[in-house]
Each structure stands twice: as C-alpha cells, then as structure tokens.
C-alpha cells in the first residue's frame, strides 16, 4: 500500500465514522499535534479519535460531513486537505472546520507523524459564539481550549 493509499485509506475510514481503521493506519510510535492537541503514541492518537467519533448522534447531528481532497504522497512524507462539518458538542453551534494535514510514514506505510493546521481563531468563532470572537485570537483561550481537550481526552482514556 501506498503513503498515499494510507491517507485516503485513513479520512475514507472517518468520513464513514470508523476509529478502529484509522487507528490501524498508524505506527505504535505516531505523534500527533493540532492546535487542541500535542499526542504521543497510538494510544493517545488512536483514543483521540474514537473520543472525537464517539459522541453519540443525535436529532440534528445529520450535518456531521467529512470531505478530503489533495492528498498527495512523495517518499516518506504526505499531505491532505479536509473539510469538517459538526456540532461543536459543548454548544451545539454549526462548525465547519478547514484543515491541511501533513504527514511522515515509517516504510511499512503507517503514519508517523501526523499534524493538523487550521485557523485557531475562525473556528473558535463558530464554536464558541461572541465569546470566540473577541478571544479567540488570545493565547488565554486556545491554552483553555488545549486543557480542556487534554482533559476530556485522559478521562475518555481511563475509561
């Protein structure tokens, strides 16, 4: 399989809301980081994503899409953009999160780091309303935002 193969194989696997085929594409030693998250290990990574998969659908939830496209693989490095549709779960409001993904793989074609970029401070307006607006932008809340993240993520671990 190849590097670019793992990436469609991975965000085919999310869009139809399936942690166990994502977990599968990376290496026990992957690392992952995002403006939410700084992960060590396919422990965490993998839980992240089951975590973020887990919430339960509910009436209204159809608007959950995830849609990839430029993925793209030379050597041992990749990349990929998608397009994130949700409910922002703490305040039900109407996300639509642009994100470019870049990408390291060992030679067995797993992920060994992977790295999420997205714009902190517009998603942080869709999220969280007036409070994002004026905020977002402040390392105040994207340090709240990362603590709460690493929080609900250690307690869905321990699980």
Not at 101 to 125: C, M, P, Q, S
Request: a positive charge.
């Amino acid at each position: 399989m190849s590097n670019a193969d793992t990436i469609n194989r991975f965000y085919s696997a999310f869009a139809k809301r399936d942690p166990v085929t994502m977990a599968a594409c990376y290496d026990e030693s992957a690392v992952f980081s995002d403006e939410a998250f700084d992960l060590n290990g396919k422990r965490e990574v993998a839980g992240m994503w089951a975590m973020l998969l887990s919430t339960p659908q509910k009436p209204g939830d159809e608007v959950w899409k995830l849609e990839f496209s430029n993925v793209s693989a030379s050597g041992n490095e990749g990349q990929a953009h998608w397009d994130a549709t949700y409910r922002f779960t703490a305040t039900g409001r109407l996300v639509l999160n642009r994100i470019d993904a870049k990408f390291r793989f060992n030679d067995a074609g797993l992920i060994v780091e992977h790295r999420d970029t997205f714009d902190f401070w517009r998603w942080a307006r869709q999220a969280l309303g007036a409070p994002g607006a004026l905020l977002g932008w402040t390392p105040f809340l994207r340090n709240k935002v990362r603590t709460q993240a690493r929080a609900n993520l250690d307690k869905f671990l321990a699980k």
